[in-house]
């Protein structure tokens, strides 16, 4: 995973439309109530928190890279923590778990890491036999408008974001050892108010990767730049890449 780090307490308040896609992710999850689950890539917690209310009996192993998302995370569940184990580690690297889990969920994460091949290596070496992966992350095509408008007024080629089609999905998680694989794209079309809504939101969550590349005072004309780009009715062009498949 990108070693970017987060605003995460801004993160928190600005990530309604991933709560969204996070909840509807959720519930293609069949669980028990009693199952161990990963949330590979736990942001702020908001998603975890739904998690938690399915497994009655079960536990959450919340894993992020960011520290200062494990922190906010951490305080939103902190009335759950006999069944949470907050660990930090990247999704990039193989995963520092001891003992299997019983299934998989992440939710708007996967397309911060670089290379998909090792991270499904690493999802496939934690999961037992028969667990379930179930993800979503941004696909090819995603956030297009915004991506062109921070290439051409930031001066610079292709961010870290990695936007994959759901044909090589399908052959990076049959190669890792996963059968039963469900890939595809849908479009989510966001809407924002002008101003300082989209602007913040921009900064926190999409364009954080380029503003690594501008010194710090060039950061605010760039964001309010490309937030202009998009009119005075705001829509970023989000597009969904779905993932559902079992561990051989």
């Known amino acids: 995973m990108t070693t970017r780090e987060w605003d995460a307490a801004t993160y928190d308040r600005v990530s309604g439309p991933q709560l969204r896609w996070g909840l509807a992710v959720l519930e293609?999850?069949?669980?028990?109530?009693?199952e161990r689950v990963l949330d590979?890539?736990?942001?702020?917690?908001?998603?975890?928190?739904?998690?938690?209310?399915?497994?009655?009996?079960?536990?959450?192993?919340?894993?992020?890279?960011?520290?200062?998302?494990?922190?906010e995370a951490g305080r939103r569940l902190a009335p759950h923590?006999?069944?949470?184990?907050?660990?930090?580690?990247?999704?990039?690297?193989?995963?520092?778990?001891?003992?299997?889990?019983?299934?998989?969920?992440?939710?708007?994460?996967f397309h911060w890491i670089s290379d998909h091949d090792a991270l499904f290596q690493h999802l496939a070496a934690v999961l037992r036999p028969g667990g379930r992966l179930v993800a979503q992350c941004g696909g090819a095509g995603n956030a297009a408008s915004v991506l062109r408008a921070a290439r051409r007024i930031g001066g610079f080629g292709e961010g870290q974001e990695?936007?994959?089609?759901?044909?090589?999905?399908?052959?990076?998680?049959?190669?890792?050892?996963?059968?039963?694989?469900?890939?595809?794209?849908?479009?989510e079309p966001t809407p924002f108010e002008a101003g300082e809504q989209v602007a913040t939101f921009l900064r926190t969550v999409i364009l954080g990767p380029h503003l690594q590349r501008l010194p710090p005072?060039?950061?605010?004309?760039?964001?309010?730049?490309?937030?202009e780009s998009l009119g005075?009715?705001?829509?970023?062009?989000?597009?969904?890449?779905?993932?559902?498949?079992?561990?051989?």
């Open 28 to 34: 293609r999850l069949e669980l028990a109530g009693d």
């Open 40 to 71: 590979a890539g736990c942001g702020s917690g908001r998603v975890t928190e739904h998690l938690l209310e399915r497994l009655p009996r079960g536990s959450v192993v919340a894993l992020d890279a960011s520290e200062a998302m494990l922190a």
């Open 81 to 109: 923590l006999d069944r949470v184990e907050l660990v930090h580690a990247d999704l990039g690297r193989p995963l520092p778990l001891a003992t299997p889990v019983d299934a998989i969920l992440s939710t708007a994460v």
């Open 162 to 187: 990695t936007f994959a089609t759901p044909e090589a999905t399908r052959r990076r998680l049959e190669a890792a050892g996963f059968v039963e694989v469900e890939t595809w794209l849908h479009e």
């Open 217 to 227: 005072e060039r950061h605010d004309a760039f964001v309010e730049a490309v937030a």
């Open 232 to 248: 005075p009715h705001p829509v970023i062009d989000y597009v969904r890449l779905n993932m559902l498949a079992t561990r051989a």
